[in-house]
């Protein structure tokens, strides 16, 4: 038996239903994870968003289907698993949970965004009540104990997007997860949701559950972080966008990184950070055909292609700041980002002229009126949104002639509304209308890959 330390990790589709959730459980046991990280079922995190929104309407009635929707779904995992009472009890308990944290936001006709993260993380602690059951069923039987995740994923307070406190996870993981470390027991825990100091429930961000995984690798130092999704590793691009996109047997931290934070969805952007930091090599595979080759994310590659995948990150707006201040002034470049840094506001791609900036950030920020506001105070800010960023990932891509001709052919007739190359020898990236998205990729990845 090897003595590696392993975390894998389940996503949303790999806990669908009760035969997704016993495959997972066979992947985790055949692949000998030490600790398993869960995220919720396939659709719950919607649909308790969606319950959220319900709620703060003050509309009671509408929250009701989502309640039942709920309920039903992990009763039926409930059933199918043929879990025994006190398993039912322990869910019945989060269920009540659901419905009293929709009633109390239902009364307020608020949702503060702590009350917004306690709803949350009611998914994860749901399918992980229910997968160690899984865990432990007839065909599987593995020596499994259900952890909360909370008393090791220590995190700011910033809710919604809390920001984990790494010496913190390393000291408690040492402290509370021995029994996983020594191999006498299979740890089964929450992906997604942490904990202040203070004990109250945080969350990561959507698709969190990664990250999840990557720091309790970290802060168990383990050798392995396997990601389990619905597809058999990271491909060339999206598979849904291009169904002919082939599977990359290895990639390098730095293309994976790019390609999770210009938007493959397959990984969390912040997924790579920790594993990078311990140097812990990342396996994504798929928990349905479990036997196939993934991919394995590496220090150093065998190979180091020009361009080895491609991304979309669509919901982008693209904010164009002018003024004739700028004109051989220093200092305008530090105004504007101090205003991004105190709205907490991240900025994707940047380039600057004479006397404008444009840089691109989530259509989502925009909601920030004060943001706007403290902009225009500096200069005339023209917004542009509905714009997607797509960006091919490969090695050596600002010290290669001829590419950029290559791009700009390949992609023909679609207009380029901006351009960002040199920053990084991984990344070449072109800023066009999120319509013509998925035909740039499409026409993108026949030139350079198929
Ligand atoms: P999980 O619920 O397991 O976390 P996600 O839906 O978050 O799964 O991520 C898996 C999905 O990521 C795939 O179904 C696929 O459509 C999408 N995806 C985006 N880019 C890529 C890529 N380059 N390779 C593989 N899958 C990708
Ligand atoms: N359940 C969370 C989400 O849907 C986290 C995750 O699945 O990674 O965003
Ligand atoms: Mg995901």
């Not at 669908?16 to 055949?30: E, T």
């Not at 929104?53 to 039926?76: F, N, V």
């Not at 993981?173 to 089964?188: A, F, R, W």
């Not at 594993?275 to 479990?290: C, D, M, P, T």
Request: proline fraction near 2%; glycine fraction near 6%; hydrophobic fraction near 40%.
């Amino acid at each position: 038996m090897s003595n590696e330390l392993i975390v894998a990790k389940f996503g949303g589709s790999s806990m669908a239903d009760a035969s997704a959730m016993l495959r997972s459980a066979k992947v985790a046991k055949q692949h000998k994870a030490n600790l398993v990280v869960v995220s919720a079922t396939y659709g719950t995190t919607n649909d308790l968003l969606a319950l959220s929104s319900k709620a703060l309407d003050g509309d009671w009635d509408a929250c009701l289907p989502y309640i039942e929707t709920l309920r039903s779904r992990h009763q039926s995992i409930a059933d199918d698993l043929e879990v025994e009472s006190d398993v039912r009890n322990d869910m019945e308990g989060l269920l009540l949970e659901v419905e009293t944290l929709a009633k109390g936001i239902c009364l307020l006709k608020d949702c503060s965004s702590k009350a917004l993260d306690s709803l949350q993380s009611l998914g994860e602690r749901l399918s992980s009540t229910l997968f160690v059951k899984a865990m432990n069923s007839e065909s599987i039987k593995s020596n499994v104990e259900f952890l909360d995740v909370r008393t090791v994923l220590r995190t700011d307070d910033q809710f919604g997007k809390a920001i984990p406190q790494i010496e913190e996870i390393e000291k408690l993981c040492l402290e509370n997860l021995k029994p996983c470390l020594s191999g006498e027991k299979i740890l089964v825990t929450q992906g997604f949701i942490g904990s202040t100091e203070d004990g109250l429930t945080t969350t990561l961000g959507r698709g969190g559950s990664d990250y999840s995984a990557a720091l309790l690798a970290e802060g168990i130092g383990a050798d392995i972080l396997q990601i389990w999704t619905d597809v058999a590793g990271i491909a060339t691009t999206d598979p849904r966008i291009v169904p002919e996109a082939s599977l990359i047997g290895e990639i390098s931290f730095q293309e994976a990184a790019e390609l999770a934070a210009f938007g493959a969805k397959i990984l969390h952007p912040t997924t790579l950070t920790p594993a990078l930091r311990k140097n812990i090599k990342v396996f994504v595979g798929s928990s349905y055909e479990a036997d196939k080759k993934g991919t394995w994310i590496v220090k150093d590659c065998e190979t180091m292609p020009l361009i080895r995948a491609m991304a979309a990150k669509k919901g982008q707006s693209l904010l164009t700041l002018s003024t004739p201040k700028m004109l051989h002034a220093h200092g305008f470049l530090y105004e504007i980002f101090k205003i991004f840094n105190d709205h907490k506001v991240s900025v994707d791609s940047i380039t600057t002229s004479e006397i404008s900036v444009s840089l691109t950030v989530d259509d989502g920020t925009l909601v920030n009126k004060k943001l706007i506001q403290d902009l225009s105070a500096l200069a005339t800010v023209k917004i542009e949104e509905n714009l997607a960023l797509v960006s091919l990932i490969g090695n050596n891509i600002n010290h290669t002639p001829g590419l950029a001709s290559d791009i700009f052919s390949a992609l023909g007739d679609i207009n380029v509304r901006m351009i960002c190359l040199g920053a990084s020898k991984h990344n070449f990236c072109v800023l066009v209308s999120e319509e013509l998205a998925n035909e740039a990729i499409k026409r993108l990845h026949k030139n350079f890959i198929n």
